[in-house]
Nanobody, 120 residues
């Protein structure tokens, strides 16, 4: 069993910052890639940012220079530092972790999602 718990979303004014986090626990042998996705009302889910186990990162063009993804392997945690937030960043943000379990099964696990609303 693996559980993911997200926190850190909320309501913020344009130009503000938030830092959601996603913590994994349970039967974890290793966490491979970690990523943040978002889905706005009426839109498809999109990849926002990803970080590999070697800490290499990738970002959607729309968030480059404003968002920073990071991971703490010792804490099984991934963060998304979001600065200079815009109304178009409003969405439900979900983490996805590729995890090798203690029984050496590899699969993706999703967090429950956290709402980020950017509004004046």
């Amino acid at each position: 069993q693996v559980q993911l718990v997200e926190s850190g979303g909320g309501l913020v004014q344009p130009g503000g910052s938030l830092r959601p986090s996603c913590v994994a626990s349970g039967s974890i042998f290793r966490i491979n890639t970690m990523g943040w996705y978002r889905q706005a009302p009426g839109k498809e889910r999109e990849l926002v940012a990803g970080v590999a186990r070697n800490f290499s990162t990738t970002y959607a063009d729309s968030v480059k220079g404003r968002f920073t993804i990071s991971r703490d392997n010792a804490k099984n945690t991934v963060y998304l530092q979001m600065n200079s937030l815009k109304p178009e960043d409003t969405a439900v943000y979900s983490c996805k972790l590729a995890i090798t379990t203690t029984t050496f099964r590899v699969r993706d696990y999703w967090g429950q999602g956290t709402q980020v609303t950017v509004s004046a």
